[in-house]
């Protein structure tokens, strides 16, 4: 069987972006975030956590792109064909344009997050030991950001502690609106927005037929409208949830 590879058409060489304050990530940020044409207000709204960016002289709205590349919220996809996935042969679980393959394992994972080009987003109940290698070494070459709750490695953090290490870029405990500290609901690591792996207790676990078969198996998503969707509703929310942004922002130079 042919391996699933992303369509350049669809997602072509070039920018894009994030939200300050959720991470929601946008091909477009024109078509993606809401402009008030409203003289008495003037901003553009974040339809995820709907952070409000506020014109200044600085910056009108026909440079908000140009605003989100100079505070670093954007980022290049230099080579779309390049997939940092490589699914193999065989049949399993998982949704792109090219049809299914199988659910994907530890190995896989690692050796998708290492051909990262411009970023690797995760929120995981722990860091499983599998891939805390890998996502060292990333954080190396792109920005690593992730959510993830209690236990695991040393290098997740304690409760209400955001932490910043050279290694393994910014990690931070997932809270609630009441500000209670719990693990992520739903397992997720996007890289690049070209592949996505969500599902199992921590990405390597529940694979079809092994000890772990009672468990929700791996899927692997390589259609970027999915990739994004599923980025933006599951590890957006729990990004915005600690952050300390308020409700607007002024778009002033960085």
């Known amino acids: 069987?042919?391996?699933?590879?992303?369509?350049?058409s669809r997602f072509p060489a070039g920018p894009g972006y994030f939200c300050m304050k959720c991470l929601a990530l946008a091909r477009e940020a024109k078509r993606f975030y809401k402009f008030s044409k409203r003289i008495d207000e003037p901003k553009i709204e974040c339809p995820v956590c709907t952070l409000m960016y506020v014109y200044t002289e600085d910056f009108s709205p026909e440079m908000f792109a140009e605003y989100l590349a100079s505070v670093g919220c954007s980022f290049e996809i230099r080579d779309p064909a390049k997939q940092p996935a490589d699914p193999g042969q065989g049949a399993g679980n998982q949704r792109g344009p090219d049809g299914p393959a199988p659910a994907a394992t530890g190995e896989m994972i690692s050796r998708a997050i290492g051909q990262a080009q411009a970023f690797v987003h995760f929120s995981l109940p722990v860091?499983?030991?599998?891939l805390v290698g890998a996502l060292k070494v990333a954080s190396s070459q792109v920005p690593v950001r992730g959510i993830t709750g209690e236990g695991g490695e040393d290098i997740t953090p304690r409760p209400g502690e955001h932490t910043r290490n050279a290694m393994m870029g910014e990690i931070r405990r997932a809270r609630k609106e009441t500000g209670v500290w719990e693990p992520p609901p739903r397992s997720i690591l996007v890289i690049d927005g070209l592949a996505a792996f969500t599902g199992g207790e921590n990405l390597i676990s529940g694979s079809p037929g092994g000890e772990d078969a009672g468990n929700e198996a791996i899927e692997t998503v390589t259609d970027p409208d999915g990739i994004f969707s599923l980025h933006n509703k599951i590890l957006s929310p729990l990004w915005a949830a600690t952050s300390d942004l308020g409700e607007k922002i002024f778009m002033d130079p960085a």
Do not use: F, G, Q
């Not at 069987?1 to 350049?8: H, I, L, Q, R, Y």
């Not at 860091?127 to 599998?130: D, F, L, Q």
């Open 1 to 8: 069987m042919s391996k699933a590879t992303v369509e350049p």
């Open 127 to 130: 860091i499983p030991p599998a």
